[in-house]
């Protein structure tokens, strides 16, 4: 998919007169690099402020699609492509049905030390059935239970003491569905208007910069002393 | 413009394929003293000589930085209509594929390091060589691309900031003030003083002075672009030219060149 973004017609007439002075591949590479620019900084603002809804550890999800977010490639004199390339933003973005590709099931983290891990990872889980929050019953991946041991210092026999410990497991690691449907959220891209702003910065100071080396250049041109 | 979610990111690709696997006894701090340009051209981890489980890792990577764009019926929605859906690893599948790995060739702990940064089967030790090697073909992949002259003339000045908490931040205003006296970096040391924000020209030798952890920090990486040091959850942001100009780090018109490690340079036919 492509998110195309008519900037041109919504530039104020200040830039758009620089633009038309300043055509060329460096002014659309200036404009798309503020649009790079803009859409990191929005994956920077969502790493700080959309952790993950049940409380877990975080997995920095949206630093990695910051990292991901390229600078621009040129397509001809006009145009530019910005792309982001994380294997997670489609689905936030646009939203659908995910089914799972091998299995029956698909796997939902149910706690902090499921979160962001594969349920093959873990080898000591089992399938069963446990209360859900809404008190019915749900297939799930399910801790195995185990008896901790303390065991005592050697006695003069050679024999050590054995005490029993508490008993772990039984915790719900991943609920299994059968499928998800995760609704479209186009917040996670900033909003047009950020990003026209972002190309109207951009391109005004970089035809600002151009501009002041211009004169600079025609000023040193007109200072230099006469050759004889 | 376009946005778009399908583009490979050649660049980071580049640089990761530029790196050899090589095996290595050498510790961290061994593996540090062989300097930056080593390892941007191996790919290494610290007391492993598992050649398997560094393609591994390798491969993994590659597959976490170039997703492939398929389709698939149940992705139909009205906002992708066409049902197109993106295919690639993430973290948590390259860990597991190593964890197999290292159980099929029977790997243990040595006793009393099981579970510690140590344990090559470790999720603190798998994570670390995952995160670390993304980001640093990442990092690099962007500090290639932003050396596009129109680039610097847009942006000649980049901003070091926190992109991840951390629950025990390192002191990296402290790191920025000594790699700033490291590389003699005037308008940046005024710039900091003036906005106590850590902005510097990104011609300025104190990202290279950072990556190479000026004041005697032994966890840096050696590049002069994120993430700097291990798992520091820094990265840096563009600074516009009337932001730039403002903070007197540049001059009206003035530009700001590229720079490039030479092997990069060379890689990239930059020179």
């Known amino acids: ?228 | 413009m376009d946005l778009s979610l399908i583009a490979p990111f050649e660049e980071a690709l580049k640089a990761l394929a530029a790196r050899d696997v090589l095996p290595t006894a050498l510790d961290s701090q061994g593996l540090r003293q062989l300097g930056a340009g080593f390892h941007r051209q191996n790919f290494t981890s610290s007391q492993t000589l598992l050649t398997d489980l560094l393609d591994e890792y390798k491969s993994g990577i590659e597959a976490i930085l170039n997703p492939t764009t398929g389709v698939s019926k149940d992705r139909e929605t009205a906002q992708n209509p066409e049902g197109f859906v993106t295919v690639g690893r993430n973290a948590a599948q390259v860990r597991l594929a190593a964890k197999q790995l290292l159980q099929d060739l029977g790997y243990t702990a040595a006793p009393g390091e099981q579970g510690t940064i140590k344990d090559l089967s470790s999720n603190a030790r798998i994570n670390l060589v995952i995160q670390t090697n993304k980001d640093i073909s990442q990092g690099a992949g962007w500090f290639i691309q932003s050396q596009d002259p129109a680039a610097l003339d847009a942006f000649p000045a980049q901003e070091l900031v926190r992109i991840e908490g951390r629950k025990e931040p390192r002191d990296w205003r402290l790191r920025w003030e000594q790699a700033l006296a490291a590389a003699g970096d005037a308008p940046g040391i005024a710039a900091f003083q003036a906005s106590g924000r850590m902005i510097a020209r990104k011609d300025s030798g104190v990202w290279q002075a950072l990556g190479d952890g000026a004041g005697g920090y032994d966890d840096s990486l050696g590049n002069p672009f994120p993430p700097f040091a291990f798992q520091s959850g820094m990265g840096v942001r563009d600074i516009g030219y009337d932001e730039a100009l403002a903070l007197n780090l540049i001059q009206a018109g003035e530009a700001v060149r590229p720079q490039l490690p030479a092997d990069l340079a060379s890689l990239f036919g930059m020179n």
Request: hydrophobic share 40%; glycine share 10%.
């Open chain 1, 1 to 228: 998919m492509r998110l195309t973004l008519k900037v041109r017609e919504n530039l104020t007439a200040t830039t758009a007169a620089l633009i038309a002075e300043l055509r060329g591949p460096g002014t659309v590479t200036a404009a798309a690099v503020g649009v790079a620019n803009e859409t990191r900084d929005w994956f920077a603002g969502l790493e700080q402020t959309r952790p993950n809804k049940m409380g877990f550890p975080r997995s920095h999800f949206w630093s990695d699609v910051r990292g991901s977010v390229q600078n621009p490639q040129l397509s001809g004199d006009q145009a530019a492509t910005v792309a982001i390339t994380h294997v997670g933003i489609r689905q936030r973005l646009e939203g659908g049905k995910i089914v799972p590709l091998k299995g029956e099931y698909l796997t939902i983290p149910a706690n902090a030390q499921a979160y962001s891990h594969l349920a093959r990872e873990f080898h000591n889980l089992h399938f069963g059935f446990a209360e859900n929050r809404y008190g019915g019953l749900s297939p799930a991946l399910i801790e195995n239970t185990s008896q901790e041991f303390t065991v005592g210092r050697k006695k003069k026999d050679g024999t050590r003491t054995v005490k029993p410990g508490r008993e772990r497991g039984g915790e719900v690691f991943f609920w299994l569905v059968r499928q998800v449907y995760q609704p479209a959220d186009p917040s996670v891209l900033p909003p047009e208007e950020r990003l026209v702003g972002a190309v109207e910065k951009a391109v005004g100071g970089y035809a600002r910069n151009l501009i002041a080396r211009a004169k600079g250049a025609a000023a040193s041109v007109a200072s230099a002393p006469e050759v004889p």
